[in-house]
Structure formats: C-alpha cells, structure tokens
C-alpha cells in the first residue's frame, strides 16, 4: 500500500466554496427553474445562474424529501493568483453538477 501525501494543504478561509440563493430568486425557466446565487471561491463572490430541475418526491408518510439536480459554470483561472484557480494552467470552463433535497419538515 502506498500512502498519497496531499500536495497542499486546505486554507479554510479560501479554499471552501458557497453557493447562496436568497429567497425569492428563484424562477421558472424552460423545464426546469433558475436561481441567480451568490457564488464565493477563494475570497471571491459573483452572482451566477444556477439551473436546476425536480426529480422526484421520497421518502415515507413521516419525512418526504423533494430532490433536484442543478448545474452552473464559472471561467477557472489559469494562475494560482486568479481567484477562481482550480489546480489547472488551462483557463477552462468548470462545470458543476449538484444534487440536493429540500424536506418539508
């Protein structure tokens, strides 16, 4: 077994990022619905679409749970000194995919 030792290390303050959408907007948007959210990565913070859509209803008669899927994008940085630097020399598109449930209890 070989042990990987990472090649950083985690900043807390600027290594986390938050995807915030305020109450109210929130849209209807072809199929599916968007969210224009406060998106902040590395000390950064832009309001970006997030398009999401609804899967499904689950759970049991006590908890049920609604489950989207949802996806935006944001231009990384090619530098370690561009706030949105991703690891990569290669400006590109990073696409995120997101799952997440909202319960009505």
Sequence with gaps: ?????????INDSTDWATLV???????????GYVAQADFTYR???T???VYFKYLAKRGTAVKW???????????????AT????????????VTVTLDFQFTDI
Excluded: W
Excluded at 21 to 31: F, I, L
Excluded at 65 to 79: D, I, R, V
Excluded at 82 to 93: A, E, L, R, T, V
């Design 1 to 9: 077994d070989t042990i990987v030792t990472p090649q950083y290390t």
């Design 21 to 31: 959408a305020a109450p109210g907007s929130v849209s209807r948007y072809g199929d």
């Design 43 to 45: 000390g950064l913070t």
């Design 47 to 49: 309001t970006i679409p």
């Design 65 to 79: 749970y609604y489950c989207f899927e949802g996806t935006f994008q944001f231009l990384a940085g090619a530098t």
């Design 82 to 93: 561009d706030p949105y630097y991703c690891g990569s020399n290669i400006k590109s598109m």
